[in-house]
């Protein structure tokens, strides 16, 4: 966490306009009313934690239209205290991200994130400005650059099975803990569990890499994916609820 909004490099670049980022605990109204009167970007995204009973009140005093775009579930899981499991397609493997199959990962990431609206799309301010073919666009981006070979720490596994790549999933890992990041499955796969191939697979390589805590989270609709994340030894841990403003100066 810090004091101030961070730009979003590639979502600025993405829409043409400065969207800045910030994520805390607790919401200061007054710390929020001077970040957004300094005019710094033109829309501030907040991710909070959703236990601050007074959060709506704060917001409603701030005398701004805000936009609440989406509600993510954390888990976490402790490593050491689980053993390796085996994928539930056991002919299936996970191969690392690299020049040979990028464009797979391009083509998996479209497909599974096309269908699915993102957080711009409850903010009226970027309906017109940003299709969800960009913003599956921009994910698909950002994803590629989890490589080891790029940047210690960031990985990024595709899910082969049969012949097929079929789903991917987005890690990374410092100070002893392990994030995924993203994960996804083509719709066109037809055989259940590849989730729970992916889950197993990054909590076998936390355990391998001699992590503590592993974390993933899942926007609160997923039931799906909160399935499968209660099914495989992964608590609740925390909530989120995320947050536009837009400046009303730049609109």
Known sequence: ??????????????????????????L????????????????YKLSLEANDPELYQKLDQLNLPYYLVGM??????????????????EDASLVLLDDTNREELRKLVMSSFHAVPGSFFQNPWLVDRFSMHDQSKLLADYI????????KGKECHLL??????????VN??????????????SPGAKAPGYYIDLV??????????DLEWGFA???????VVHKVYMREDMIPYKSYINIHINNPHAQ
């Open 200 to 209: 197993r697979f990054i909590q076998n390589c936390g355990i391998n890499y």
């Open 28 to 43: 200061d109204k007054d710390w929020l009313a001077e970040q957004v009167n300094q005019g710094t970007f033109d829309i």
């Open 160 to 169: 082969k099975h049969r012949g097929q790549y079929v789903g991917f999933i």
């Open 144 to 151: 590629s650059g989890f490589r080891p070979d790029r940047e």
């Open 1 to 26: 966490m810090t004091d101030r909004f961070v730009l979003s490099e590639m979502e600025s670049r993405a829409t043409s306009l400065n969207i800045g980022r910030w994520s805390g605990e607790r």
């Open 217 to 223: 989270s899942a926007q609160i609709q997923n039931t």
């Open 172 to 185: 990374e890992h410092y100070n002893n803990l392990g994030f995924a990041r993203y994960a996804g499955v």
């Open 72 to 89: 993510v579930q954390e888990y976490r899981v402790n490593f050491k205290k689980i053993p390796l499991k085996k994928l539930y397609h």
